[in-house]
């Protein structure tokens, strides 16, 4: 789950045991040039399920969100071959309802940051209605699909 994640730049890094060189970054941690496209990928995600979680606490009681690079290469000999930017799997035998966010598809499909969070909120808010059954624009009236 994101929340429990611990992200790169929040991490302590002890590069050199032997005690030559430097044992922590030369620039600041909380600066852009620190921060990975993952990092800043998994920033966005947890502010966007922030901000739904405030408006539709209930949805997010059983949900939790992951992200993956890359959907999986083998889709099933029954699924129409495109790549996916995200998934939704309902709770079964004890598991949580899961949303699976792709980073690497949404990122080539986003021009500038600001189309990439709203890549990541539109998708989302398509997962969650598709697993309670509800129409997008009843999650977020902003919603654009």
């Not at 920033?43 to 992951?66: G, M, N, Y």
């Not at 792709?102 to 697993?131: G, H, K, N, T």
Request: proline share 9%; hydrophobic share 35%.
């Amino acid at each position: 789950m994101l929340a429990s994640m611990v992200l790169p730049w929040e991490q302590h890094t002890y590069r050199n045991p032997h005690g030559r060189g430097i044992r922590r970054p030369v620039f600041g941690t909380h600066i852009p040039q620190y921060r990975t496209s993952a990092g800043y990928f998994d920033d966005q995600v947890l502010s966007q399920v922030t901000r739904l979680k405030r408006a539709w606490p209930e949805l997010f009681t059983r949900v939790e969100c992951a992200v993956e690079d890359v959907p999986p290469s083998d889709p099933l000999a029954w699924e129409e071959f495109r790549v996916k930017l995200s998934q939704s799997f309902p709770a079964e035998h004890g598991v949580p309802a899961r949303i699976a966010l792709y980073r690497r598809p949404i990122e080539s499909r986003a021009r500038d940051r600001i189309d990439l969070q709203l890549l990541i909120r539109m998708e989302i808010v398509r997962q969650l209605a598709s697993l309670y059954g509800m129409n997008p624009e009843n999650i977020d009236p902003n919603w654009q699909g």
